[in-house]
């Protein structure tokens, strides 16, 4: 058999498989591929949310129970960030479950998905990049202020550093790495949790369309 004939014998049988699909058949391919896309999407944000749940009680214990002042301090004003944070991971996955309890993937709630977790991973980031310079700037006043001293720091800086300019070089590197560091980590983060989804859900509403111009 020549390479033509078996093109055309192959084109022909997915034309006449197209044609035998009926509009049904593709809202039920789509519906189980958007629900797969969502279903992961709100996994993620349960991931979310037990994280920040740890993050709560964690920092909340330091709060109360630390030994210093300063980290008692920093610690509990970051904590009720982290459930401030919380309540907004919360709203969203209701916000999402609201969205996709349609039994068909209709094209208008994913858009809205769509929409609400960019500007969620959007948001996000911004936050994450502002916190930077208002952490260091926070711990340092509750450093410099702290009324105890701090043992194990002052043995290790005195190790370290034999005179002030090396401690402050070092914590100008140390903050230009860390920030550094953050800004990919935080890219990477969303990109895993979130962002591959959104594509996903984004070709789901191209297939919609496609599906609503036949």
């Not at 769509?114 to 936050?127: A, G, H, N």
């Not at 006043?141 to 190790?159: Q, R």
Request: aromatic content about 14%.
């Amino acid at each position: 058999m020549e390479l033509d004939q078996l093109k055309s014998q192959i084109n022909h049988r997915l034309s006449t498989d197209h044609a035998g699909r009926s509009a049904n058949d593709f809202a039920d391919m789509l519906t189980k591929k958007t629900a797969s896309v969502t279903d992961k999407l709100k996994r993620s944000l349960w991931i979310e949310i037990i994280s920040c749940i740890v993050i709560v009680l964690l920092f909340a214990y330091i709060g109360i129970w630390g030994k210093y002042t300063s980290f008692r301090i920093y610690f509990s004003v970051f904590a009720v960030l982290a459930f401030g944070f919380l309540v907004v991971v919360i709203h969203l996955l209701k916000k999402t479950k609201i969205l996709t309890a349609t039994p068909l993937p209709v094209k208008s709630n994913l858009q809205n998905i769509v929409t609400i977790i960019q500007e969620f991973m959007k948001r996000y980031f911004q936050f994450t990049m502002a916190l930077i310079p208002v952490c260091i700037i926070f711990s340092f006043l509750l450093g410099y202020n702290e009324p105890a001293t701090i043992p194990e720091v002052d043995k290790a800086a005195s190790t370290l550093f034999a005179h002030a300019w090396q401690a402050i070089a070092f914590l100008v590197a140390y903050m230009i790495l860390l920030s550094v560091g953050i800004y990919y980590f935080t890219r990477w983060y969303l990109k895993k949790l979130y962002g591959r989804y959104v594509e996903k859900l984004k070709e789901c509403i191209h297939d919609l369309s496609e599906e609503t111009s036949l």
